[in-house]
């Protein structure tokens, strides 16, 4: 069967809108240049009622404070290093209730037939698959990463001519405006360095009623059981990572970017500050996660 007509329409734009990306990180290539090449004739401070301040800005990458510049690189050497072990891990780490969490994603998105799905961070396909088996296909779903990670390959026989896999970056969406029915990220917004771009950026490629959704581990709020979580995070995650995975470091990453990741309230305020409305969200196992969603109107 021939695949849907709008798929070849977003692929016949998707060259100008790759260019504008393009352009907008060879601009900030040459910035990075200039600074360079400046720093290297003229050294100066910057001076003020605290003492000097670093003329790089900074960003977080988990509890360390790094280069925003340096920051995507060293996440998606993370998500290289875990990629193998990716669903087995998170597996082991939620005791399979990221499947469940997942479902009830879905459940909640209640996608129709028809519907033309963006699902961002698109990582080993769950959300995606799961929205094509829920619809059906042929359908239209386009996903988005920049980083390949593997998919198991029974899915991508099922369900390949449904989905159109794209690399690029969630900060500078290679897509048109108004083009989709509803946008999906799951857990992976905190991994980005700018949230506040994520958010515009699916505003903008939304179409005027579509619904963004996001799954993302969020704050327990009951202390006792706050207290438990941090125990589990921080003691036996980055050891089951090891064990499983051979890689503490990247599993210690993620679980103090959870802890750097806005809580639920204060990622509601973003979303609503990208122009979105109806701005709600359930919380998951205590708070452990949360949905949020919101409306183009």
């Avoid at 060293?74 to 990629?83: R, W």
């Avoid at 500078?172 to 771009?197: K, M, S, W």
Wanted: aromatic share 12%; charged share 25%.
């Amino acid at each position: 069967m021939a695949a849907p007509m709008s798929r070849w329409i977003f692929r016949s734009h998707r060259t100008c809108f790759r260019a504008r990306c393009l352009m907008k990180q060879l601009k900030i290539q040459e910035a990075k240049v200039e600074r360079s090449i400046s720093s290297q004739n003229v050294q100066h401070e910057v001076e003020s009622s605290e003492g000097n301040k670093k003329s790089e800005k900074e960003t977080h990458f988990g509890f360390q404070s790094v280069a925003e510049e340096d920051k995507e690189n060293k996440v998606y050497q993370v998500f290289e290093n875990v990629a193998s072990n990716y669903d087995l891990m998170n597996d082991a780490m939620s005791a399979g209730i990221h499947r469940i969490w997942k479902d009830m994603f879905l459940e909640k998105f209640s996608p129709s037939p028809g519907t033309k799905l963006l699902d961002v961070a698109g990582g080993t396909g769950d959300i995606a698959f799961r929205f094509l088996k829920r619809v059906g296909t042929p359908n239209y779903g386009e996903v988005i990463d920049d980083i390949e990670m593997p998919r198991d390959v029974t899915a991508q026989v099922l369900h390949l001519s449904g989905l159109s896999w794209v690399r690029g970056n969630a900060e500078c969406l290679p897509l048109p405006d108004n083009a989709f029915d509803a946008y999906t990220i799951a857990f992976g917004i905190r991994n980005c360095t700018h949230v506040q771009e994520v958010l515009n950026e699916a505003y903008r490629v939304l179409k005027p009623g579509g619904r963004f959704m996001c799954l993302e581990f969020s704050e327990v709020k009951n202390p006792l059981l706050r207290s438990a979580y941090d125990a589990y995070s921080f003691q036996v995650i980055p050891v089951m990572g090891q064990l499983i995975a051979g890689d503490w470091k990247s599993y210690q990453y993620l679980v103090e970017s959870i802890r750097q990741f806005p809580n639920q309230e204060d990622f509601a305020a973003m979303i609503k500050s990208a122009g979105f409305r109806m701005v709600s969200y359930q919380n998951l196992t205590f708070g452990v996660a949360a949905i949020h969603s919101g409306y183009k109107i």
